[in-house]
């Protein structure tokens, strides 16, 4: 979408919400975005195959976000995590496990429907909420 919105402006937009499916699993037709160039399927841009965009913006992201990671090791730090699923845990989920067990000042923050978990190595210094993200949210501010 990103690529999307450099090329067409800032207000393009796809359709985001899908209503209820009450014919099995089946996504009406209309319901799936189109390119506006070529009228092509448009996908998230996932980590599945070799289409996984790594533009400047994407590589100048990683560069920071390295960069905080290495200007705060050892320092309180609170790695959190919202609504990350079961899907791709190697990107988020895993990596925040890791580096809160390597820094005995970090906490890790879990705030998830049905998935809010951790292993036991970090559990003293965890903080678990199993619920909607956007409810909790709302309820906290």
């Not at 309180?76 to 845990?89: A, D, K, M, Y």
């Not at 988020?92 to 820094?103: D, R, S």
């Not at 879990?110 to 619920?131: F, H, M, W």
């Not at 909607?132 to 709302?138: E, Q, Y």
């Amino acid at each position: 979408m990103k690529v999307l919105r450099e090329k067409y402006g800032p207000d393009y937009e796809q359709p985001t919400a899908v209503p209820m499916l009450t014919d099995g699993y089946k996504i009406p037709a209309a319901l799936i975005p189109k390119h506006p160039d070529d009228g092509s399927d448009v996908t998230m841009n996932l980590r599945a195959d070799d289409s996984f965009v790594e533009d400047e913006g994407w590589h100048r992201a990683r560069a920071a976000y390295a960069d905080f990671l290495r200007r705060h090791e050892g320092l309180h730090v609170l790695f959190l995590e919202i609504g990350v699923g079961g899907n791709t845990p190697v990107i988020i989920k895993y990596p925040f496990w890791q580096m809160t067990n390597g820094n005995k000042n970090a906490v890790y923050a879990c705030l998830n429907y049905s998935e809010a978990v951790c292993p036991k190595q970090i559990e003293t210094r965890l903080i678990v909420i199993d619920g909607d993200s956007g409810a909790v949210i709302k309820q906290l501010l």
